[in-house]
């Protein structure tokens, strides 16, 4: 299954962008999703995630207070609300989902790229100073 990111763009620092992740092929539902970022020359980072049940949520660090993560099961997309963006924000935004379904999980288990499977081609995001 491959999932779609989409609502990425260029915005000045301060602005904010409201992501989605959604699959036409495959639910969502019974599975965690996870949202990782890749900048220009660096490795893709974990920013958040969202158990099957929506309860369990985790954030990077440099993102707390700023992005809040989502989902709808009945439209089978996982969202990312970032608020306050910052020039290091910049990167492609990436969706994922877990690869067994009904994980509750830990944040060490959430943030390993190796649990998710879907890898859609991401969505850039741009922060201006």
């Known amino acids: 299954v491959q999932l779609q990111a989409s609502g990425g763009g260029l915005v000045q620092a301060g602005d904010s962008l409201r992501l989605s992740c959604t699959s036409s092929t495959r639910t969502t539902a019974n599975y965690g999703v996870g949202w990782f970022r890749q900048a220009p020359e660096k490795g893709r980072e974990f920013v958040a995630s969202?158990?099957?049940?929506?309860?369990?949520?985790y954030y990077t660090d440099s993102v707390k207070g700023r992005f809040t993560i989502s989902r709808d099961n009945s439209k089978n997309s996982v969202s990312l609300q970032m608020n306050n963006l910052k020039p290091e924000d910049t990167a492609v935004y990436y969706c994922a989902r877990d690869r067994t379904s009904y994980i509750t999980g830990s944040y060490d288990y959430w943030s390993d790229m190796n649990n998710y499977n879907g890898w859609g081609q991401g969505t850039q995001v741009t922060v201006s100073s």
């Open positions: 969202v158990d099957w049940k929506g309860t369990r949520i």
